[in-house]
T-cell receptor, first 118, second 113 residues
Framework: AQTVTQSQPEMSVQEAETVTLSCTYD???????LFWYKQPPSRQMILVIR??????QNATENRFSVNFQKAAKSFSLKISDSQLGDTAMYFC???????????????FGKGTHLIIQP | DTGVSQDPRHKITKRGQNVTFRCDPI?????LYWYRQTLGQGPEFLTY????????KSRLLSDRFSAERPKGSFSTLEIQRTEQGDSAMYLC???????????FGQGTRLTVV
């Protein structure tokens, strides 16, 4: 079974600072996907960034980037120039690549509550 | 509205009652997923469908939980004989086969009293 661990229950930074959220996972599989999802208060979960395990290059989406260390099974999220709207729960998630394409159900970590202070 | 829609948004029920939740996925999405999220935890995968076929149901929490997607469009999640421990947010998500991005609904918050 796969597990995802987020060791930071809460983080707080000042607006415009850079923040890094940590995530480690455990799997014996070689072909999988990793995700960071954002869940603002009382709103639905939205995808922030995705990484395919077979790609060595770290994914980047505007102010969001990841540091994917496959051998260490580590997948951290860096948010640059943080904004008040980044305040949310952030979940790291994992899924296997399944036959027929796409993905199986996601395995989530417990989340990190990120607070951006003005 | 082109997003994933869940109904109702909130449900309060007495212990022992049955409840049913509905999820309408994004129209062209053939995969549909159900998750449960308890307070302070990440979502927990329950089951998923590809079209009308339920491809994974071993992680449904007990035999009191069942899900259907009869015509491959909307889905329902039923909990029979509810218990206080069933109080949680129930999330639905959908995706296209061959794509890894899942789109989530706003969830149904269940409170069992």
């Amino acid at each position: 079974a796969q597990t995802v661990t987020q060791s930071q229950p809460e983080m707080s930074v000042q607006e415009a600072e850079t923040v890094t959220l940590s995530c480690t996972y455990d799997t014996s599989e070689n072909n999988y996907y990793l995700f960071w999802y954002k869940q603002p208060p009382s709103r639905q979960m939205i995808l922030v960034i995705r990484q395919e395990a077979y790609k060595q290059q770290n994914a980047t989406e505007n102010r969001f980037s990841v540091n994917f260390q496959k051998a260490a099974k580590s997948f951290s999220l860096k948010i640059s120039d943080s904004q008040l709207g980044d305040t949310a729960m952030y979940f790291c998630a994992f899924t296997l690549n399944i036959v027929g394409g796409g993905a199986d159900g996601l395995t989530f970590g417990k989340g990190t509550h990120l607070i951006i202070q003005p | 509205d082109t997003g994933v829609s869940q109904d109702p948004r909130h449900k309060i029920t007495k212990r022992g009652q049955n409840v049913t939740f509905r999820c309408d996925p994004i129209s062209e999405h053939n995969r549909l997923y159900w998750y449960r999220q308890t307070l302070g935890q990440g979502p927990e995968f329950l089951t998923y469908f590809q079209n009308e076929a339920q491809l994974e149901k071993s992680r449904l929490l007990s035999d009191r939980f069942s899900a259907e997607r009869p015509k491959g469009s909307f889905s329902t999640l039923e909990i029979q004989r509810t218990e206080q421990g069933d109080s949680a947010m129930y999330l639905c998500a959908s995706s296209l086969q061959g794509r890894t991005e899942a789109f989530f609904g706003q969830g149904t918050r269940l409170t069992v009293v």
